[in-house]
């Protein structure tokens, strides 16, 4: 009799641990804090909080792929605890139809982006981190900018018209007294490839605005390139109470709804491939490279660095964007969707 009434009560202590351990691993801040970077794959084997789920994911050739570049290579080598489907895109023009039809589940995308859909698919999608910090510098063939003032009446090359970058650039002429249409020649390029050749035959005292990794890239072409301003830096000086956010990670809210703890593994996991990049710069460029993003390693560990690769969620996450998309609205309420996106578009905060 004493030995059934032992074996029950070991039964049911299991079962409570069970239970215990499913509840504990549901949440990302604990599955993010007490996993590696390459170990979070592996125990969710061991112990899975949700069932394997494939995830449709799309990147930009740049930085906010470049932080997910460790959890494409746990998938490729079957060792991800979901199935996670990368593909990358050259715009943001090519991910939005296929996030709006649901082709697509997560996507990086630009954080003007992120507001416009979501005003696009009356609050069909969400906005879940940050993935990527201000990427925008000011290069020079020469000696003569040293302040965004500097830019009085010399033509700048750059990419971005309609987007992010061309918000940032008019946006920081303004507050330090440029009229962006009357004191300097803005010419926008569709590809970095095409400011690169301008740069080349403008030669001596070029100017151009460009995003990492290009920066790096470019300026391997043109030795005598230097970065003249950093754009981040030059945004903190003017509006210290709301940071320069590049790219944010979102999701369709549906896809968050059907597959929340899932989801809450897949942060987890992508939180753990960003910090796995800043703090692995040399393997990190390996996989850069590997996938595509930069054609050489070498290129990708000196561009890597300067990136600002990062991961921020909940509050942090919703002060940053908030802040910056506020700046935005209220330069130019189409550039993020024509109105502020209310609190639930903000997942987690």
Known sequence: MKKIVSLLLALS??????????????????????????????????VPAAERTAFRIAG?????????????????????????????????????????????????????????????????VQV??????????????????????????????TTGKGTTPEYVLNYLLRENGLDPEKDLTIEYKSEATEVAAALQTAGAGAVAMLPQPYVTVVSQKIPELRVALD???????????????????????????????????????????????????????????QYGIIEKAPLAAKAIPQCNITYLDGKEMKTAVAGYLQVLFDQNPKSIGGALPGDDFYYGA
Not at 135 to 156: F, R
């Open 60 to 124: 930009l050739k740049g930085p906010t792929t470049m932080g997910m570049v460790e959890l494409m290579k746990a998938a490729e080598d079957g060792t991800a605890r979901h199935d996670y489907e990368v593909a990358m895109y050259g715009t943001a023009d090519e991910i939005v139809p296929k996030l709006v039809s649901g082709e697509l589940d997560v996507a990086a995308v630009p954080a003007n982006l992120a507001s416009v859909l979501y005003a696009k698919t009356q609050g069909g």
């Open 231 to 289: 754009m981040t830096q030059e945004w903190n000086k003017v509006s210290p109470d709301s940071g320069l956010v590049t790219g944010v990670l979102v999701a369709r809210r549906d896809f968050i709804t059907e597959h929340k703890a899932a989801f809450a593994e897949f942060l987890a996991d992508y939180k753990n491939s960003t910090t796995y990049v800043n703090e692995n710069v040399d393997a990190a460029a390996e996989l850069v490279a």
């Open 13 to 46: 202590l299991s079962a409570s641990l069970l239970a215990g351990c499913s509840a504990a691993a549901s949440s990302s801040s604990e599955a993010a804090s007490s996993q590696g970077t390459s170990s979070a794959a592996s125990s969710a084997v061991s």
């Open 128 to 157: 879940a981190a940050v993935n990527t910090l201000g990427v925008l510098y000011v290069v020079e063939n020469g000696d003569a900018v040293q302040s965004i003032a500097d830019l009085k009446g010399k033509t700048v090359y």
